[in-house]
């Protein structure tokens, strides 16, 4: 299933870059001879207006092949390629890429303004790091985060994002404790100890209470209060969070009656932690969870906020590099075979989660087909750049040629290198 679904997403994200190249091709006056989806051999097609459309067997990816491409045919034809001027080609070969980066726009704007349950939570500071940029900042254990540099924090997600975004530079948090708002300033760290994270928090989603706790029962025996929300279950040195009812009553099942076991709860601002060494030691509390929030936004804050998501995204993807440089992280690369793993984890989440990875892997792809590298729509812009810098003199052909075939070679080996790779770590589990 997950390959097919990534098979449908990668055709779709291909189909829309051939696209953009076959219609700024016919706008500029070349002529396209064919339009393939995906590799021959050809399973459908059909010509209309001059070119070749095809439906091909290897879903892969797709072409479009212009007349005087490889300036071997049709070169004294006006309408070759070849003989298009330099901004006409610079225009054909961005097209592709700027329709990839352009589509995250749509994608996002309809995630943003289609209505959507949100699953919100309280999210908990349950552990600070000595000397850490949390610390000196003075933010506390049983500290409930509701802001970062003037975005709300309904989850941890939003928070590690949030985090994410500001490495190296200074962010600005509301923390509350017991009612009171205060504000933290704080520096997260781009390469911080090993077990601290940038900020050196860790942190819970917490959004299930006890909504009642029966007189005389073990939940009251251990101190447990209606009205306090279940941020932690920690037992077998595993932790658990509770985001549903029926999760907290599976933690604690699966906890009671450990040594360690016990239940970190938040009430006014202050964590208790629970003990829950007897079997059952908790049995006689009800649990509420807090109801999801209907959101949307009006189609014009939508497209705003599609904007600031993909700026969000490049300064994430920007800031992972600064990390790899400082070696506070290595890089990973994923192939075919780890992006159709990621996209079948991905596609647990939903429809929207699935929306959203596709608009990640359309950014992606326009980010590595601008390149310069041979063989890549970037390595051809490279070689028209190099003319105009040369006074509109080419360079020759055959070398053009040769430098593709090379860059497609290095490419497919790359790709197969990575696969095996991927492979190897799919097995190792």
Known sequence: ???????????????????GHLAVAKASGVRVLEFGVGFPPKLLGFRWRGTDYRLNLLPLGGYVRMLGEDEAEGSSDPAAFA??????????????????????????????ALPQDVATADVVVTRVAP?????????????????????????????QQAIHLRLGAESAWVVEQEGERREARLIPRVDPPPGE???????????????????????????????DT????????ASDQALTAADAEAALASASGLEDAEALVLRRGRLIALGMAGAGAL???????????????PLWRAFVGSFQWMGDILV?????????????????????????????????????????????????????????????????????????????????????????????AV???????????????LLAG
């Open 1 to 19: 299933m997950a390959v097919l679904l990534f098979l449908a997403i990668l055709g779709f994200l291909v189909v829309a870059h051939e696209l």
């Open 83 to 112: 003989n298009a001027s330099a901004p006409r080609r610079l225009a054909i070969l961005a097209a592709g890429a700027t329709v990839n980066a352009l589509l995250p726009i749509f994608l996002l704007t309809a995630v943003l």
């Open 131 to 159: 000397g850490s940029p949390a610390a000196t900042a003075g933010v506390e254990a049983g500290d409930v985060v509701r802001e970062a540099d003037g975005r709300s924090i309904d989850h941890s997600v939003s928070l």
């Open 197 to 227: 994270g940038a900020a050196g928090v860790e942190i819970a989603n917490a959004r299930v209470s006890a909504a009642s706790v029966e007189r005389g029962s073990a939940a009251a025996a251990t101190g447990l209060q209606a009205g």
């Open 230 to 237: 279940l941020v932690l279950v920690r037992g077998g040195g």
């Open 283 to 297: 049995d006689g509390a009800a649990w509420e969870e807090r109801p999801p929030e209907r959101r949307r936004l």
């Open 316 to 408: 994430s993807f920007r800031n992972e590099l600064s990390r790899v440089v400082a070696g506070a992280s290595s890089l990973e690369v994923a192939g075919p075979v780890g992006i159709a793993q990621l996209t079948g984890e991905v596609a647990s989440g939903g429809s929207r989660s699935l929306v959203v990875w596709t608009a990640l892997l359309s950014m992606n792809l326009a980010i590595v087909n601008l390149l310069p590298l041979p063989a890549l729509d970037g390595g051809r812009i490279a070689f028209v750049l190099v003319e105009l810098a040369r006074g509109g003199r080419r360079l020759a052909p055959e070398k053009e040629r040769l430098a593709h075939f090379a860059g497609f």
């Open 411 to 425: 490419l497919m080996a790359g790709v197969l290198l990575i696969s095996v790779n991927d492979i190897r770590r």
